[in-house]
């Protein structure tokens, strides 16, 4: 014992100020703070496993726990100008972890039997289980928490082409984990046994049934029976519960590996493996940790400040993130006037609403998870950043997010014909701002510019034309709002041929990384 300490004494007493060592991991002190600093960082990072002494160099020999804290935290190289924007990769990663810890003790309450299950919740829970209704509520604003958070990561994903080569699966295995976290949340939202999550999930999986072929048996097999009751409360409850967590977790795994092998992205698109030092550390590159642990937990600290005030305060959020009729039990004899989803899935909804027959709202509704699964191929333009991007560009990408944002306040009205037709042209809007990317992908001449905007006008005539002769809507309801795809491409496009140099890209790219803005 006398000889470990005294190895470890003469090793921090040799490790003076080595600014090589120090250096190479970017790491740049106060000349008062460096000798502790140094000292800490190279016994945690450079010391040899082989020759630690103690118990957790018992364990590290065998279970080389030190060797993957190195490689995955004090020694994975992060850009060093990352903005507000990636803050949210991380918060969603502490949000899943909330998700499971209390979704835990929530199925440890929980009756899945239609005669118990709104009473098991109200009573059970709320009620009756100490600090059951802290729980409880937690789970419910950490959805559309998790929600939020997931949006806000694959629109900076978009933002500074983080789907570009070399991460086009890193991007593929995002859109899976999404999909899995709506299938979850899906799942989920029957388990109350409210009023609205009944008969939201009947028509959820009536939508099932539009598939030719294989739809009615996959409807039947999920509900268990021809409509929605107890085999359906049972089986949503163990995908809930243990088949969907697991498959999460699982791809959230994978997209960690996929991250640390390819490298994170940065606001400037810029590699920063491409430019080494001597010791072949990036030299626009600083360590994971301690830098952006700390950073992030500024992030934490304020996102849990908004997220208890929901918890406290709001946790129904206005009926947005719990709707008020989930209040009442089920009926399954009283169909609800207006039957909609949780504010996340709204967008979605307007789609599958815009169109009324069921098979094409499922292919308008598949469509657009095929088109951000296709954006390596739309986007190839080799410049990564929004930041060096043309302005027509960033144009077409706000407008990405606001008729996102758009067609989810359409479906948050009635269903009235007049918004199902109001949600089939945002929705056109919606697809035509990933269908012209592959405009700016390169310099184009006036007559191609041209071609561009009358075929993207032609193709929503057609559309529009198609849903007239299949008898969906009038061409007096549809010509109200037809403006609004027509007026956007023709703004867009025709923009760009009365001034072409809205669509230039910035002529000189950094070779280094920049500070840039706080949030752009």
Not at 226 to 254: E, I, K
Not at 374 to 381: A, F, K, S
């Amino acid at each position: 014992m006398r000889s470990c300490t005294a190895q470890r004494v003469r090793q921090r007493c040799t490790e003076s100020i080595d600014p090589g060592r120090c250096g190479s991991f970017g790491v740049h002190l106060p000349t008062s703070g460096q000798r502790t600093y140094c000292k800490v960082f190279n016994s945690m990072n450079n010391s040899n496993p082989s020759k630690a002494c103690g118990v957790f160099a018992w364990f590290d020999r065998r279970l080389p726990i030190s060797s993957i804290w190195r490689s995955q935290l004090a020694r994975y190289p992060a850009p060093k100008n990352f903005n507000l924007w990636y803050f949210f990769g991380s918060l969603a990663m502490l949000v899943l972890v909330m998700q499971l810890a209390t979704g835990l003790f929530l199925a440890i309450h929980y009756q899945p039997n239609p005669h118990l299950a709104y009473w098991s919740v109200l009573r059970g829970i709320q009620r009756d289980s100490r600090w059951g209704w802290l729980i409880r509520d937690m789970h419910i604003v950490g959805a559309s928490a998790f929600f939020l958070l997931v949006y806000l990561h694959m629109y900076r994903a978009i933002m500074y082409g983080s789907y570009k080569q070399p991460r086009e699966l890193l991007w593929l295995v995002g859109i899976f984990i999404y999909l899995a976290l709506a299938a979850e949340a899906f799942l989920g939202y029957l388990l109350p046994w409210g009023q609205m999550s009944y008969w939201g999930s009947a028509v959820v999986t009536n939508f099932v049934t539009a598939v030719p072929v294989i739809g009615k048996p996959i409807a039947t097999w999920m509900r268990g029976s021809f409509v929605v009751g107890l085999p359906t409360l049972n089986r949503f409850f163990v995908f809930h519960v243990f088949l969907m967590p697991m498959l999460l977790l699982a791809l959230v795994l994978v997209h960690m590996i996929a991250l640390h092998h390819v490298g994170s992205n940065n606001p400037d698109g810029v590699e920063i493996h491409d430019n080494v030092n001597e010791t072949g550390w990036p030299r626009d590159g600083i360590p994971f940790h301690p830098y952006y642990t700390v950073k992030d937990l500024f992030g934490v600290s304020v996102f849990f400040v908004v997220f208890f005030w929901f918890v406290f305060y709001n946790p129904g959020g206005w009926g947005l993130l719990l709707d008020k009729l989930n209040y009442t039990p089920a009926n399954i004899l009283h169909t609800p006037a207006d039957i909609h989803p949780l504010w996340f899935f709204l967008p979605f909804y307007a789609m599958l609403r815009g169109v009324p027959d069921k098979m094409y709202g499922i292919m308008a509704f598949a469509g657009s998870f095929v088109l951000l699964a296709l954006l390596p191929l739309l986007d190839r333009n080799p410049i990564r950043s929004i930041r060096y991007r043309s302005v027509l560009y960033k144009v077409n990408l706000l407008m990405m997010a606001a008729s996102f944002l758009w067609l989810g306040w359409i479906a948050h009205g009635f269903a009235t014909e007049h918004n199902m037709v109001y949600g089939l042209h945002v929705t056109e809007v919606f697809y035509a701002t990933f269908l012209v990317l592959p405009f700016f992908n390169r310099e184009r001449s006036v007559r191609a510019k041209i071609i561009w905007l009358v075929a993207a006008e032609a193709l929503v005539w057609l559309v529009d034309l198609w849903m007239y002769s299949i008898h969906a809507h009038g061409w007096g309801l549809m010509l109200l709002t037809d403006w609004i795809p027509t007026l956007y491409l023709a703004l867009l496009l025709g923009g760009a041929v009365l001034f072409p140099a809205l669509t230039r890209d910035a002529a000189q790219l950094p070779e280094r990384l920049t500070a840039g803005g706080v949030f752009h």
